[in-house]
């Protein structure tokens, strides 16, 4: 999945003559904290909802008023992962997206690219989670998908979470079976530490579910 697959529809882009009133409207409409500010298909930068805030005249066009913008954008043709890493760094609830020639296309929301994150990862397929704990020295995608399948069980989505200053890594399976028993049997056999595990629907929910919000935590938006 790509940035142009995630272009909002309903995100409005604003030119200098709007004013800071019709800004902060349109993000509550849109439930974003941020809005691009474009000059036909130039983008100018993005303004935040605390930019409008500090206008000494918000009634006034924003053009009227000297902005310090950022201009955080990603291109078409860029995966979904940049993007999220993107929308990380800068704390972001939308992102621009520009084509080869730095045209404006449109914008992709946080909410977008959770619903895209959630697609690409598998998160909507059926099936049961796995956590395990290790070093990182101990790692080896080969040797875990060849257990997984040796149970005749495909690893459908995988991700490893890093602990700050620890040589300690967790990595998650999403296995395409809801009974896993064997798989974590093979798994003890071959000494891997087994954090956690989620099988029944409303533990899978839960996980998900803590999962984006760590992750919106991390945006601190």
Known sequence: MIAKDLISEIVPALKTSDTGTQALQWMEIARVSHLPIINDKELLGLISDNDIFDLNSPEEPIGNHPLSLTTPYVFSGQHIFEVAERVSRFKLTVIPVLNDKKEYLGV??????????????????????????????????????????????????????????????????????????????SLNRHNYTIKNTFMDNSDLNQFFQDRLDSFMRFLNI
Do not use: P
């Open 108 to 185: 992709i929301t946080l909410h977008d690219l959770v619903v895209g994150l959630a697609k690409v990862t598998n998160i909507e397929k059926t099936g049961a989670i796995i956590v395990l704990e290790m070093n990182i020295r101990d790692y080896s995608l080969v040797e875990l998908s060849q257990i997984v399948e040796s149970e005749e069980a495909k690893i459908i989505s995988l991700y490893v979470s890093y602990f700050e200053n620890s040589t300690q890594i967790e990595v998650t399976l999403k296995i395409n079976q809801d009974d896993i028993s064997r798989i974590i049997a």
